[in-house]
């Protein structure tokens, strides 16, 4: 794979050329740093830039483009003339040029993988770079780290957004307000690929995409966007809002992202051997390598075989309402010129995303499309799998249910990422400079460290958590307790995750809020999509409690929950709640990041939980999914998960030694860190890929394109 097309820092464009002649001279290395987003995981790299000025780092969301941009010359030319802070420098500068050039996990190994491209519709990566707007877009973030730490040959595309995830913040009624920032070149980690450029026929409207490369490590994330002067007005709005927009503003934005986004590898010089769909929404991409395949003579057949061979797919959901159906008549608008190109029939396409369970008039659905052309397809967790293997069962209608062809990879999360500086210290003391990727005999010494130690790291955590949300907070005055049993509930308010379900019983809730004797906290926090009324109004009713006297101040909302306030809450906290409706919940990954926090999960036995709880390392609340009255149901998981907190958390928590430390409760976040940490790793994640996903693929794709010649 090539990788010279960028310019260097040298020779930019004009946004970072700026930025190069605000440093002065000795602080210039600061400028690579910050384009490398592995600075997102490297605190020392991250120290560099607080250094500067603590408080617009934090103004800033984190963001060190837009620090540099707006540092005082005075401020830069006082650590130019410190011998202490360019030593800082020149360390991160080295540990940089080391991490980039020497082998890492995958160089250790012989397979027959050559290189994967995954395409995915969102990349959480940093607040910095708010190109995602949940779970799927920070698995994916995740995924790229993961694979950069390894050592993976792996490229990554997707699109980027004139607005990204939007910001979150309450009217005076609790009601969620959205606001966006619109993309700005120049506080930004991403350049411009300069005289890169694809073109993509819309419907007999050509379209032209710029391509942006981010640096996430190793791995190179690349952007499309077609928001500048080449194009019409129309064109131009493709890629304004992330999942903005009605089906045909959506179908426009997959084309882009998988036709454009083949096209730009191909041009950047990136051979790519595997093609891995991060969900349906990047289907289209296999369409166009069934185009290309067909142009350099294979038949439509043969094309497909070939594409099989080598594509993997991920579904995301266990829901229908999360996979794209797009109607017949808006396919037929888009790939009716594809269509002729390949010599084909409409029909034959329209076929590749029937859904054989609704009929031959249904819409084009594009999990079906990716499991027809995808050699090797996998859910997020064991359970989804099997989930999975039921939702797309017509596709194989002489199969039994269990040899559907859906396998499984569960979820794992970067650990770098996730772990509080407090906890990264023990962990790096006790198992070495890459306990990020200690094997479980290692990861059990943990076991040998005083409870005192963790239990004082994750008292920094929580403190640190409880200033922040008294401070953050716009609507009510919290009365959070550094001291308390803290309760951490962060993910998308959406109906299916219940994040009501503890507001369902009251008068139990406010009795714990309100124990003098054994203070409890619950601190929630989410986003409703801007077009779920439902969920609003769930955020709504967590806000009108929240102002209710016998509260006592201590549950919370917190606002704009990004990946800057998740990786607080998961620190601070001490439980992590999770109550979805089993088996909706396709993995799940916060809990996974609270793991690395020494939090306890108690959640519903549903995703990564519902395979890796072993009654010992954290809780699970019983689902009663065979209840067939939902109410009813919610009334007995609400019933289960108070009882578990009045009768086992809570107690636990305040079963004191002389010292006043919980020893019984210590024991649970050892085995829980012990038992969970090398399971919910990202590494573990990306060898599973390698080994259900890419090596097979690789291997098939030898034997396939030898035969197709
Ligand atoms: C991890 C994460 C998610 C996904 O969490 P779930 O448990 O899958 O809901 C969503 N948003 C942010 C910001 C995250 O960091």
Request: aromatic share 6%; proline share 9%; hydrophobic share 30%.
């Given at each position: 794979m090539s990788s010279n097309n960028v310019q260097g820092p040298d020779s930019e464009s004009d946004a970072t050329l700026k930025l190069q002649d605000r440093l002065p001279e000795p602080l210039k290395p600061l400028l690579p740093i910050a384009l490398n987003l592995r600075w997102c995981w490297d605190e020392d790299s991250q120290d560099l830039f607080r250094q500067i000025s603590p408080l617009e780092w934090k103004a800033s969301d984190r963001n060190p483009m837009a620090l540099l941009s707006h540092a005082s010359p005075a401020r830069l030319l006082e650590l130019a003339a410190s011998p202490d802070y360019l030593e800082s420098v020149a360390k991160v500068q080295s540990s940089l040029e080391q991490y980039l050039s020497s082998p890492a996990w995958f160089q250790s190994q012989t397979n027959s993988l050559r290189s994967v491209a995954y395409f995915s519709?969102?990349?959480?990566?940093c607040e910095a770079l708010p190109q995602y707007s949940g779970g799927l877009g920070v698995l994916a973030g995740d995924h790229l780290k993961a694979a950069s730490d390894l050592g993976f040959p792996l490229v990554a595309i997707g699109l980027l957004y004139g607005y990204g995830f939007f910001r979150q913040s309450l009217d005076a009624n609790g009601w969620q307000q959205e606001s966006s920032l619109k993309f700005d070149a120049a506080t930004t980690p991403v350049r411009l690929v300069e005289g890169a450029e694809v073109e993509i026929d819309l419907a007999g409207d050509p379209v032209v995409a710029r391509i942006w490369r981010a640096d996430v490590g190793r791995v190179r994330l690349y952007l499309l966007d077609t928001d500048f002067d080449r194009n019409s007005p129309e064109g131009r709005a493709i890629t304004d809002h992330l999942y903005g927009g009605d089906k045909e503003h959506r179908v426009r934005q997959e084309i882009v992202l998988g036709v454009g986004g083949m096209r730009a590898l191909q041009q950047l010089g990136e051979s790519c051997e595997i093609f891995h769909m991060?969900?349906?929404?990047?289907?289209?991409l296999a369409l166009e390598r069934i185009r290309q395949f067909i142009a350099g003579g294979l038949s439509f057949d043969e094309a497909r075989q070939a594409v099989k061979a080598t594509s993997g797919f991920t579904t995301h959901t266990s829901v229908s309402a999360g996979i794209d159906l797009f109607p017949r008549d808006l396919m037929e608008k888009y790939f009716s010129g594809w269509v002729k190109e390949c010599g084909i029939e409409l029909s034959d396409l329209l076929a590749l995303g029937n859904?054989?369970?609704?009929?031959?008039?249904a819409p084009f659905n594009m999990a079906m499309m990716c499991l027809r052309l995808a050699g090797r397809s996998v859910g997020v967790s064991k359970l989804h799998g099997h989930v999975s293997r039921e939702i797309f069962h017509s596709l194989w209608p002489d199969r039994q249910q269990e040899d559907v062809p859906i396998g499984s990879v569960t979820n794992g999360v970067h650990a770098r990422t996730w772990a509080s500086p407090s906890f990264e210290r023990i962990f790096e003391r006790e198992l070495g400079p890459n306990w990020d990727d200690a094997s479980q005999d290692r990861w059990d010494q943990l076991r040998n460290v005083p409870d005192k130690e963790l239990w004082e790291a994750k008292g920094i955590a929580r403190d640190s958590l409880v200033k922040w949300a008294n401070g953050h907070s716009i609507l009510s005055a919290p009365n959070l307790d550094p001291a308390a049993l803290t309760i951490g509930f962060g993910r998308r308010f959406a109906g299916y995750k219940r994040p009501t379900l503890l507001l369902s019983q009251r008068d139990r809730l406010q009795a714990l809020l309100s124990d003098p004797r054994r203070p409890v906290q619950i601190l929630l926090a989410g986003k409703a999509h801007p077009a779920d009324d439902a969920g609003k109004r769930m955020i709504q009713e967590v806000v009108r409690f929240w102002r209710e006297p016998k509260t006592n101040g201590r549950l919370a909302y917190i606002s704009n929950y990004d990946i800057g306030v998740a990786q607080r809450l998961y620190q601070g906290a001490d439980v992590w709640l999770n109550n979805p409706?089993?088996?909706?919940?396709?993995?799940?990954?916060s809990g996974e990041k609270a793991v690395y926090n020494g939090a306890l999960n108690l959640s519903i036995p549903d995703g990564w939980w519902d395979e890796m709880y072993d009654g010992e390392n954290g809780w699970a609340i019983p689902s009663t999914e065979e209840t067939e009255n939902p109410e009813y149901r919610n009334q007995r998981e609400a019933d289960a998960l108070f009882d578990l907190l009045e009768n086992e958390v809570i107690p636990l928590f305040y079963?004191?030694?002389?010292?006043?430390?919980p020893t019984a409760w210590m024991a649970k976040v050892k085995h829980s860190i012990c038992s969970l940490a090398p399971q919910v790793s990202g590494y573990r994640m990306l060898r599973d890929y390698l080994k259900e996903m890419y090596e097979p693929l690789s291997q098939s794709a030898a034997a396939t394109l030898t035969t197709a010649g």
């Open positions: 519709p969102e990349f959480g990566v991060n969900e349906g929404h990047a289907g289209f859904d054989p369970s609704t009929g031959a008039d409706l089993r088996p909706l919940e396709a993995c799940g990954t079963d004191r030694n002389a010292d006043g430390i």
